[in-house]
């Protein structure tokens, strides 16, 4: 299933894989905020993705200060994909910092990717020091210089998300991408004037957190004891409502015992239904066939039916 990137020449694979799971490195916070994954579970991790028919991986400067993104470049070098093969999109952290070091920090971005070329580069989020106008000059001067291929945004607002839309069109490029959550518990964009901004300017949305940090693969209903054992950043991040969601469980595992699918599988087949093409979904997978699986969610067709049970399940947890 290939979906095109807004108004972007890219058409890539309507699943993509997340790998903020890659950021870890030295360091007690490190180690308490990500999983203690090492560069041949990271290959595997990502050989299964390939192999399964995904063709993007969504990185950021901000997940391990750029340990993500080499990791990533490791394993693609190491299996042998050819630069053109996979398109990266990664993120520039604003916090702290002017539209300005967009320029100064690019060469950075391109060295710890080497030799994959930056697909998708987004503003990870809205809180820099620059306006987002500024940005969006300062990503269109690396389109222009060849450095990146297409320019995102992710977690803008949809005033935020128009105007970086805006000061692109003046300039000739498309805004392709938002990057935000989105998944069967967590749907404020549909009511935040995010995705009818999208659906009206023709711009790509990325979900993030699609399997709501897996929660709704159904393992912590079943073994609630599992919760506890996270980092500390899924725990603080993950709904944690085992009562309020189980109904929506107990529908996710019903509908994918009928499609011989798992609940994870499911979840993200009705983000990739719930609103058509316009979405794709970027998945965290730290097995290798938790990449599969989601690449294998990809042909997963929900009926009308079951969109509209778990729709309603959805509802009640979210009431
Ligand atoms: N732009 C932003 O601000 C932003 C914010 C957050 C995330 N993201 C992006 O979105 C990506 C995905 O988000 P996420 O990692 O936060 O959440 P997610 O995709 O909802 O959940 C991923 C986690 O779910 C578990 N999982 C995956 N497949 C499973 C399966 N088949 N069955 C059971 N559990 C499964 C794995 O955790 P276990 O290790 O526990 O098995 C995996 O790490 C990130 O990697 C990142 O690229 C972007």
Known sequence: M?????????????VGLGLVDFA?????LSRALFPPLDQPAKTAVVAAALGAGIDWFDTAEMYGFGASERALAVALRSLDVAPDAVTVATKWFPLGRT?????????????????????LYMVHHPFGFSTAIAEMRAMASLARRGLIHSIGVSNFSAAAMRRAHRTLAALGLPLAV???????????????GVLATAQELGISLIAYSPLAKGLLSGRYHREPALLARQGLRRR???????????PLIAALDAVAAAHGASAAQVALAWVLQRHGALMLAAVGATRPQQASAAAAAMAISLSAKEMALLTERSDYALA
Not at 183 to 192: A, H, K, M, S
């Open 178 to 192: 938002n990057q935000v959550r989105f998944n069967l518990l967590d749907r404020r964009l549909e009511t935040n």
């Open 99 to 119: 539209a300005s070091h967009l320029g100064r920090s690019i060469g950075a971005r391109c060295r710890a990717l080497e030799p994959y070329p930056i697909g």
């Open 236 to 246: 603080l991040m993950m709904p944690q409502n085992l009562r309020r969601t189980a």
């Open 2 to 14: 290939q979906r095109r990137l807004g108004q972007s020449e890219i058409t890539l694979s309507a």
């Open 24 to 28: 870890a490195g030295p360091g007690w």
